[in-house]
């Protein structure tokens, strides 16, 4: 258990739905992200935010929406998704923000997404 | 990006040390070199991490070459549940970089 909640756990969506995934750390942390796992790929980072702004995004593409409404709670709003999005999404959490290393991530169990 | 070069597996005996490599040539001075880990269906789990200077936790030790161009995770004795994915990353707050890379697989034989 790392003070890192996401749900659901896991998610079947066809690609005309909307749907969300939701992260929530319990750690008082003030840095959240969104990774992508792909398989038989390396984490790919997506989304940071600090403070509740969004510091980072690395090209993703605008069917994936990152929310941050408090420093606890980050979503991935989710539409007209792709079968190669299909994945585990990982959450994660940490003090400050990683960059630059002062600050280990905690993550999540991960949301494992399939698009049909 | 700032890169690791990591063997894709390795193999352990149980109860022996294990010395994990990675090489990453392309580090600059403020670079922090981590290590994560992750086991079957769960995400990635801290290890350790360093500068300059050898480190030691609960977990693990990490031995960080002179000129930084190369680290080693060396987990003194090894158990099951130490079989994972181990992942060398370079943090970077140029361009705020924290690469994964492909990780190396640990086996850890009974």
């Known amino acids: 258990e790392t003070g890192v909640t996401q749900t659901p756990r896991h998610l079947v969506m066809g690609m005309t739905n909307k749907k969300s995934l939701k992260c929530e750390q319990h750690l008082g942390h003030n840095a959240m992200y969104w990774y992508k796992q792909s398989a038989k790929k390396p984490l790919e980072l997506m989304f940071v935010y600090s403070l509740e702004e969004r510091v980072e995004n690395n090209s993703v593409p605008s069917r994936f929406s990152p929310e941050c409404p408090n420093s606890s709670h980050l979503f991935l709003h989710l539409h007209t998704l792709q079968p190669e999005d299909s994945a585990l999404y990982l959450c994660?959490?940490?003090?400050?923000?990683?960059?630059?290393?002062?600050?280990?991530?905690?993550f999540g169990p991960g949301t494992r997404l399939t698009v049909t | 990006d700032a890169k690791t070069t990591q063997p894709n597996s390795m193999e352990s005996n149980e109860e022996e040390p294990v010395h994990l490599p990675c090489n990453h040539s392309t580090i600059s001075g403020t670079d922090y070199i981590h290590w994560y880990r992750q086991l079957p269906s769960q995400g990635p789990e801290y290890v350790i991490h360093?500068?300059?200077s050898n480190v030691n936790n609960r977990m693990a030790s990490l031995a960080i070459a002179e000129d930084r161009k190369s680290s080693t995770l060396i987990l003194h004795r090894a158990t099951l549940r130490d079989a994972a994915v181990y992942y060398c990353?370079?943090?970077?707050?140029?361009?705020?970089?924290?690469?994964f890379g492909t990780g190396t697989s640990l086996t850890v034989i009974p």
């Open positions: 994660a959490s940490s003090q400050g923000l990683s960059f630059g290393g002062r600050y280990e991530q905690y």
């Open positions: 990353i370079l943090s970077s707050n140029t361009g705020n970089q924290f690469y």
């Open positions: 360093g500068l300059t």
